[in-house]
């Protein structure tokens, strides 16, 4: 049964949507994917010199033996945030005459499979056996690695397992977080307890009482059989499924929008999709965070190199204030994709649909603006930048990503999460980086070069504004290229 | 009303729909039949322009759907979910309907408190979107949408298949009734044999994208289309 199970999840991997693109795209994120693990190799590979770099009087293994429980600790902070339970993958097998027991056994061994069981080995296996084997023999460096397995076990389970309790209570979750931020806050600001300390206390005898590898192994199979006890308790759709109790939802307006009518009516219904839908707040999310992304070209001691690189911080005024644009906007209109078939019967007027559009982004990106004023602090030429970055975007970006929304064919599942979420990622998408990227930079660098970084700015600006003026001139542009293209757009979208 | 030209749509070499002529008068209720992959489907989205035809056209009202946009001000249409816009409470939606349609928020709590019957307080004031509703309520919004802007063209895709029986027969009623007193036009498509006898004047029963009988229904029709069901082959060569 469970070689069923196996050969039905490899099956479901490579048909699955998201491994069934274009070779060209596939191999594009193939290569990313292979950059990201190569760059983590690098760091595990010369973990010892990086250490040996920061603390060069202490013992490798001493140190070494001191982080290896924070990294567990924020490792089980990101499993939180980001592992997704394995639960609808047994939805099938339910009614089937399949003991209950085999079925958690698989539904156990698939969680397995998660990027984050492959990060403890890459990162810590290449210094076991560089550093502790010639350092303490085979036998301490077995107890090493299985040691680090049965930590890695335990985080695994024991986030699945907190995060299956807080499906039936919202708090838990809200409890477990703030209980482990308290732990690092006593660690790092109280100095009540140290977990350097403790980690030392667990590895550094690991040295030389190899059979303590015991503890993590019994407490992650300990944890596995918590685990598998509540899934057998528990073992229906509605509480493996990581929909929350639902609470009231009210239906609310935003009176601002009717000023503008019909196109104000399409924008508040964009942004409840936004505010309503998983992915798409992520959207918003980043838009917060890119806030603080200036900082790091400002702030001299955080990266003096920076200080004087006004090339980046063009690039970073035209992320802080378009962002949204760009992240939102390069799945459009994918976003509507469960939809788009009523949408295109309905009385709306894809003129009215396009104004919509710009109309949100403007918002947005002007709302973006605002918060990035603060900047002031470092001199009113960093809030010159974000403003004429602030005119192109509004001006130019909105018009490429819309440009590209007429060649997007994907629909986005919005109740699917964000993070490793490649779903709606075609060509398009990586198309649409570099015009949206580069084009500033075909003004600013040529007169940046000659010493007139000012008059760059200033003719991006005015581009901005020029192509805000014209605004309805591309309207017209983009709906006759909609129309031509509106049946494949439907076409793709229908397809789930 | 409606008038079909040529009507033609293909699928990996596979003709799904072909419709050389056919008219629909206003006032006209019309059944559309036939089995599985009959292009029942395939026909209504060529009528509301959703997918292009390989050859041929779709008029309503004089006016070629592929080409302009004035059909969309007198015709409703709910053929899936994929209609409904599923992040939005059912109240948002209809306002937003009724919006397109310049009503007024309590033009559109007018209508609705019409509806009271037809939505067996499970539609309104509670408190879920779209998507959590279930696809029989689902339907029941999608249809009252469609109402909501006082159409003279309806179009609905098997509306009975996922609701509950009283709501079977209230929709039924509702149908003759907006057929008889408004002159709706109406095109229902139905696997109840039953249902779209009762409910249509003209029955189109489709096979293999080809309409192969063009029906006015009388006291026999049920059973005619029944022996049709039941040996599907017979009337295939008859046809022939």
Redesign the interface.
């Known amino acids: 049964m469970t070689i069923t199970f196996i050969q039905h999840e490899l099956k479901s991997f490579w048909r699955s949507k998201g491994t069934g693109k274009t070779i060209a795209v596939r191999i594009v994120m193939g290569v990313l994917i292979l950059i990201m693990l190569l760059y983590v190799f690098a760091l595990g590979f010369f973990l010892d010199k990086i250490l040996e770099e920061v603390a060069p009087t202490e013992n490798l293994v001493h140190i070494f033996s001191g982080i290896i429980l924070y990294y567990y600790l924020f490792d089980l902070l990101m499993r939180f945030q980001l592992q997704e339970l394995p639960t609808l993958k047994v939805q099938p097998y339910l009614h089937l005459p399949i003991k209950k027991n085999t079925i958690i056994r698989y539904l156990s061994f698939v969680s397995l499979q998660s990027f984050f069981n492959l990060w403890p080995f890459i990162l810590f296996l290449p210094f076991i056996f560089k550093v502790v084997k010639p350092d303490s023999g085979g036998l301490v460096a077995t107890a090493f690695i299985l040691s680090i397995i049965g930590f890695m076990v335990l985080n695994n389970y024991l986030s699945l397992y907190i995060k299956r309790r807080s499906n039936l209570n919202g708090w838990i979750s809200v409890g477990f977080a703030a209980f482990l931020v308290s732990l690092l806050a006593a660690d790092y600001g109280w100095h009540i307890i140290s977990f350097k300390n403790l980690s030392f206390l667990f590895f550094g005898h690991l040295q030389t009482m190899p059979w303590l590898f015991l503890l993590p192994v019994l407490l992650a199979t300990a944890m596995y059989y918590i685990n598998f006890l509540y899934l057998k308790q528990n073992l229906y759709l509605e509480d493996l499924g990581s929909q929350k109790k639902?609470?009231?939802?009210?239906?609310?307006?935003i009176p601002v929008l009717n000023y503008f009518g019909?196109v104000g009516?399409l924008v508040g219904?964009e942004i409840?999709?936004i505010l309503?839908?998983k992915r798409s707040r992520s959207a918003l999310v980043i838009c917060v965070i890119m806030m603080f992304y200036g900082l790091m070209f400002y702030i001299p001691s955080i990266n003096p190199k920076m200080a004087n690189f006004q090339a980046g911080k063009v690039f970073c005024g035209m992320f802080m204030t378009g962002i949204f644009i760009i992240s939102y906007g390069q799945h459009m209109y994918g976003w509507q994709g469960?939809?788009?078939?009523?949408i295109?019967?309905?009385?709306?007027?894809f003129r009215d649909f396009l104004r919509a559009k710009f109309l949100l982004f403007t918002t947005i990106s002007t709302v973006a603006f605002l918060l990035t004023i603060p900047y002031v602090h470092f001199g009113w030429h960093a809030v010159f930048i974000n403003f004429v970055m602030y005119l192109w975007n509004i001006g130019v970006n909105t018009l490429v990503v819309l440009f590209f929304a007429n060649r997007n064919y994907k629909r986005i599942d919005?109740?699917k999460g964000a993070a490793f979420n490649w779903e709606g990622v075609g060509a398009t998408q990586l198309l649409i980086g570099f015009p949206l990227m580069i084009t500033p930079f075909i003004i600013y660098a040529p007169l940046s070069f000659f010493h007139h970084a000012d008059m760059a700015l200033i003719i991006i600006g005015i581009t901005g504004v020029l192509f805000v003026f014209t605004r309805s001139y591309w309207i017209k542009k983009l709906e006759a290229d909609f129309q031509e293209k509106r049946?494949t757009i439907?076409?793709g979208f229908?397809n789930k | 009303m409606i008038e079909v030209k040529n009507l033609k749509k293909v699928y990996a070499g596979v003709i799904v729909v072909n419709v050389p002529q056919i008219e629909i008068r206003k006032g006209e209720s019309v059944g559309l039949i036939g089995n599985n992959g009959a292009g029942k489907t395939t026909l209504f989205r060529m009528l509301l322009d959703l997918i292009r035809p390989e050859s041929g056209e779709a008029l309503i009202n004089g006016e070629n759907v592929a080409r302009g946009e004035k059909w969309k001000d007198t015709s409703a249409a709910y053929l899936d979910e994929g209609f409904l816009i599923d992040y939005l409470t059912p109240e948002e939606y209809f306002y937003f309907i009724g919006g397109l349609h310049n009503q007024s928020r309590a033009h559109v709590d007018d209508f609705l408190a019409g509806y009271g019957e037809f939505f067996n307080g499970e539609i309104l004031k509670k408190g879920k979107y779209i998507r959590d509703l279930s696809k029989g309520n689902q339907c029941k919004v999608g249809v009252a949408a469609c109402l909501l802007q006082s159409p003279e063209l309806l179009m609905l895709d098997e509306p009975f298949a996922n609701i509950d029986p009283s709501t079977q027969i209230r929709l039924k009623n509702l149908l003759k009734d907006l057929n008889k007193t408004k002159g709706m036009t109406t095109i229902v498509s139905s696997h109840d044999l039953s249902h779209v006898t009762e409910v249509c004047d003209r029955i189109l029963l489709m096979e293999k994208g080809k309409i192969i009988k063009d029906i006015v229904t009388s006291a026999s029709t049920l059973k005619e289309l029944e022996a049709y069901f039941s040996a599907g082959i017979i009337a295939e060569t008859e046809a022939e």
């Open positions: 639902e609470a009231y939802k009210t239906s609310t307006e019909k009516d219904n409840k999709l309503r839908n469960s939809h788009f078939d009523g295109l019967v309905s009385k709306v007027n919005l109740s049946y439907a076409e229908r």
